[in-house]
């Protein structure tokens, strides 16, 4: 599968307050079935960890209807949304997840869908809207800072690999200080710009350098 048109939210339909974490579970629960191994792409556990599973280039086994296999990636977090809902955690890595394949695959936002779209079931969960993307949106609205959508992605590479400080405020201008601190933490010298930055944008101009890319 070389270019996904879809990309279908599942859950695993196992409370977290009976395996936390369950990505192993899954995929031997998989495996059992014959699947040779986990049919999800992504698998996001409730601290917000990702997990990969499937290659993007191999099919999934997660959508069996219509044959939405061969034209999608599976993400699946772990939980039973009958129940309870995701974690915040979750719920930005999903967000993030999302906003990323749907920039590397040209995916419309009417083609990120709950397996319930498809299949006679209730997934992604009961207690949650068909609108996966507005939902996130909604629980983070309270907690995560405001920060622009075109610098997402960047900070929150800069956020985990504890590069720029004061995440609180993304659009407050970075002080010399700060600064001159966030590139030694990467390893470079460089003289400052004369206009004053926020962080959000240091974070897109480190992305855009190649500082944030994993060594």
């Excluded at 009958?82 to 999302?98: A, G, N, R, V």
Aim: charged residues 25%; glycine residues 6%.
């Amino acid at each position: 599968m070389n270019n996904p048109k879809n990309l279908i939210i599942h859950h695993t339909a196992v409370s977290r307050t009976k395996n936390a974490h369950q990505f192993e579970a899954t995929d031997n629960y998989h495996k059992s079935k014959g699947w040779g191994q986990i049919g999800y792409h992504y698998l996001i556990e409730p601290d917000g960890t990702v997990m990969q599973g499937r290659k993007e280039n191999e099919t999934g086994a997660h959508t069996s209807q219509l044959n939405m296999n061969f034209f999608s990636l599976g993400i699946c977090l772990t939980g039973d949304f009958d129940t309870e809902e995701p974690t915040k955690e979750q719920c930005e890595s999903l967000l993030l997840l999302i906003q990323k394949k749907q920039r590397e695959y040209a995916i419309p936002e009417n083609h990120v869908v709950p397996h319930r779209k498809y299949a006679p079931k209730s997934c992604w969960g009961k207690l949650l809207p068909d609108d996966i993307l507005g939902y996130c949106k909604r629980r983070l609205a309270s907690d995560m800072p405001d920060i622009s959508a075109w610098a997402m992605a960047s900070v929150q590479k800069a956020k985990d690999q504890g590069k720029i400080t004061n995440w609180e405020s993304p659009k407050s201008p970075m002080k010399p200080a700060d600064l001159r601190w966030a590139f030694h933490k990467c390893g470079v010298k460089i003289e400052l710009c004369d206009r004053e930055l926020t962080r959000e944008e240091w974070a897109v101009i480190f992305d855009r350098l190649g500082l944030l890319n994993p060594v």
